[in-house]
């Protein structure tokens, strides 16, 4: 399975923009991030040759065609994978935008460098799921292939930055759709090779990072009727925006409200009755994990009794 001993290694929460957006920062480190390379060669290193070895452990997204004569292996091609899987958390958003960031590794040793000729390149969303750490180049998983972004010649070893703005709000609204992104070099001819360092990398500011922009959840506009929500995420980070989950209303007074939280495996987290209080996202003192908790509220507003439940993601 997927490794998820952080759910969410990196993402950052920043303040409201100056027109009402908020941007969420997926950008996740070794424990989390889910991403690999594959090989085709069939004779670089007799006796466990590349297209059935699995890469997953490499701080390097390997994207090119080239060739080792050296040690007597003839053209090979690479590929790389890349999946957000905290993406399936964020359905509930309104998505504004969103971009993929990945960077180049100045460290990387082959290939000139990891940028070299003509080296376009093209995403395409992934179809069925696969495995970080088993996937290799006979058992790389199927992709649309009718659909690409395309990646232009770049040998100015910069960082790239690519839309994928439809996309995320489709795999978004849709988790069951989510699972990820491959990438190929337009052409398959040595020399040409567009390189960037993984989540596995150990520079932390080079790991491949998914930037969201979205509508956060406001206040309902005042009426004469009290109006109640909970929004499906927080982050309890002391920026002073979104550290408490709590009820979102209209009304300030006239009403009481009672929320049990739990974690994933049952256990209470959270609970509170009478004048709204937030879950500031610590259980018992201590900082709570990163991850999807289900929570159920009841509100009680003079004659009217509101019953909610539903999940919600704690962020860090």
Same mark, same amino acid.
Not at 54 to 60: A, E, H, L, T, V
Not at 215 to 222: A, G, H
Not at 256 to 272: C, E, M, P, Q
């Given at each position: 399975?997927?490794?998820?001993?952080?759910?969410?290694?990196?993402?950052?929460?920043?303040?409201?923009?100056?027109?009402?957006?908020?941007?969420?920062?997926?950008?996740?480190?070794?424990?989390?991030?889910?991403?690999?390379?594959?090989?085709?060669?069939?004779?670089?290193?007799?006796?466990?040759?590349?297209?059935?070895?699995?890469?997953?452990?490499? &701080?390097?997204?390997?994207? +090119?065609?080239?060739?080792?004569?050296? !040690?007597?292996? $003839?053209?090979? *091609?690479?590929?790389?994978? #890349?999946?957000?899987?905290?993406?399936?958390?964020?359905?509930?958003?309104?998505?504004?935008?969103?971009?993929?960031?990945?960077?180049?590794?100045?460290?990387?040793?082959?290939?000139?460098?990891?940028?070299?000729?003509?080296?376009?390149?093209?995403?395409?969303? &992934?179809?069925?799921?696969? +495995?970080?750490?088993?996937?290799?180049? !006979?058992?790389? $998983?199927?992709? *649309?292939?009718?659909?690409? #972004?395309?990646?232009?010649?770049?040998?100015?070893?910069?960082?790239?930055?690519?839309?994928?703005?439809?996309?995320?709000?489709?795999?978004?609204?849709?988790?069951?759709?989510?699972?990820?992104?491959?990438?190929?070099?337009?052409?398959?001819?040595?020399?040409?090779?567009?390189?960037?360092?993984?989540?596995?990398?150990?520079?932390?500011?080079?790991? $491949?990072?998914?930037?969201?922009?979205?509508?956060?959840?406001?206040?309902?506009?005042?009426?004469?009727?009290?109006?109640?929500?909970?929004?499906?995420?927080?982050?309890?980070?002391?920026?002073?925006?979104?550290?408490?989950?709590?009820?979102?209303?209209?009304?300030?007074?006239?009403?009481?409200?009672?929320?049990?939280?739990?974690?994933?495996?049952?256990?209470?987290?959270?609970?509170?009755?009478?004048?709204?209080?937030?879950?500031?996202?610590?259980?018992?003192?201590?900082?709570?994990?990163?991850?999807?908790?289900?929570?159920?509220?009841?509100?009680?507003?003079?004659?009217?009794?509101?019953?909610?439940?539903?999940?919600?993601?704690?962020?860090?």
């Amino acid at each position: 399975m997927f490794k998820h001993l952080s759910l969410i290694a990196i993402l950052l929460l920043t303040a409201f923009l100056g027109h009402g957006q908020s941007t969420i920062i997926l950008k996740p480190g070794p424990e989390s991030g889910i991403d690999a390379s594959v090989c085709n060669s069939t004779t670089w290193n007799t006796g466990d040759p590349f297209n059935i070895r699995n890469f997953g452990w490499m &701080i390097y997204q390997r994207n +090119e065609s080239w060739t080792a004569n050296a !040690n007597g292996s $003839p053209e090979h *091609d690479w590929r790389s994978l #890349i999946l957000f899987e905290d993406l399936d958390t964020l359905g509930a958003l309104d998505v504004l935008s969103a971009t993929l960031k990945l960077y180049y590794a100045p460290d990387f040793p082959y290939s000139n460098g990891g940028r070299y000729g003509f080296n376009q390149t093209e995403i395409f969303r &992934i179809s069925e799921e696969w +495995e970080e750490m088993e996937v290799t180049w !006979n058992t790389q $998983p199927n992709f *649309d292939a009718s659909n690409s #972004i395309i990646i232009p010649t770049n040998n100015n070893f910069e960082t790239i930055s690519i839309g994928v703005t439809d996309w995320a709000i489709e795999m978004a609204a849709n988790p069951i759709t989510n699972h990820g992104f491959i990438l190929i070099p337009s052409d398959d001819a040595p020399y040409r090779s567009m390189d960037f360092a993984s989540s596995d990398h150990e520079d932390e500011t080079l790991w $491949p990072e998914l930037i969201i922009e979205y509508e956060p959840l406001l206040p309902p506009e005042p009426t004469d009727t009290c109006v109640f929500e909970f929004p499906n995420i927080f982050t309890p980070d002391g920026n002073g925006v979104n550290d408490t989950f709590n009820v979102v209303s209209n009304c300030t007074t006239g009403f009481s409200v009672n929320i049990l939280i739990y974690d994933r495996w049952g256990n209470k987290a959270f609970s509170s009755s009478g004048a709204p209080k937030g879950w500031d996202g610590k259980i018992n003192g201590k900082s709570a994990m990163a991850g999807i908790y289900i929570f159920k509220a009841s509100i009680e507003a003079g004659d009217d009794h509101h019953i909610f439940a539903g999940n919600i993601t704690l962020l860090r």
